[in-house]
Structure formats: structure tokens, C-alpha cells
Nanobody
Framework: QVQLVESGGGSVPAGGSLRLSCAVS????????MTWFRQAPGKEREGVQG????????YYRHSVQGRFFISQDDTRNTMYLQMNSLKPEDTAMYYC?????????????????????WGQGTQVTVSS
């Protein structure tokens, strides 16, 4: 049984930082395609940053470039999202998602329907 459990969300002022964690069981982070998504109230879900460590492949949303960084801890089978210089527009529920990597994943890394495994989400609120 695959489980993803996010943590680390919270409320911070603009310019602050948070680190989200996604603890994974049932699959290996290193051998999976892992992506952070977010959804703000009244808006569609969007991919934030995705990676496949086994192939050293990473994708990210342009608006988070240089501010968000994805990493993993193989010993803990956990994925992280370090978020710096947070902006009010980053306010959303953040979800981690996992899928078995397939050829062409880069063409749909930010398509939520391609991921069968999801966490419950963690709220990030950035005040101006």
C-alpha cells in the first residue's frame, strides 16, 4: 500500500521560508516520479516542481524558479520542498504526488491525473 504524508505547512509573512516534507511508503522516492502540486481557493491545481532522481531530471513552474528547491532523503524515503522568498500568491494547499516513471513523463509532469498516489495536503499561507 502506497502512502504519502505531507507536513511542514504553516503561516509566514512575505519573504519567509518553509520546508515541506513528504514521507513516502510503499514505493521508493528515488525510483519514482515525484511532484509537488498546489491548489489555491477558486483556482485550478497546478504543478510546482517535479523530479525523477534516478534520471537526474527536474521540472519546475517558472514562477518558483530560484525560490523553491526540491530534494530527497533516501534513508528516510522522504521528499522535501524548500520554499524561500515566499509571496502571497504562493498561498495554497500543497500536495505531493507520485507515479511510476514512464517514457515522456516530462511532457505531462504537471498533469495531476497522471499521478495515482497523493498525500492529504498541507496548507501554506503567506501574508503580505
Amino acid at each position: 500500500q502506497v502512502q504519502l504524508v505531507e507536513s511542514g505547512g504553516g503561516s509566514v509573512p512575505a519573504g519567509g521560508s518553509l520546508r515541506l516534507s513528504c514521507a513516502v511508503s510503499g514505493i521508493t522516492v528515488r525510483s519514482s516520479c515525484m511532484t509537488w502540486f498546489r491548489q489555491a481557493p477558486g483556482k485550478e491545481r497546478e504543478g510546482v516542481q517535479g523530479f525523477y532522481t534516478g534520471g537526474d531530471i527536474e521540472y519546475y513552474r517558472h514562477s518558483v524558479q530560484g525560490r523553491f528547491f526540491i530534494s530527497q532523503d533516501d534513508t528516510r524515503n522522504t521528499m522535501y520542498l524548500q520554499m524561500n522568498s515566499l509571496k502571497p500568491e504562493d498561498t495554497a494547499m500543497y500536495y505531493c504526488a507520485a507515479a511510476r516513471c514512464v517514457r515522456g513523463w516530462g511532457d505531462f509532469w504537471d498533469v495531476g491525473s497522471k499521478y495515482p498516489y497523493w498525500g492529504q495536503g498541507t496548507q501554506v499561507t503567506v501574508s503580505s
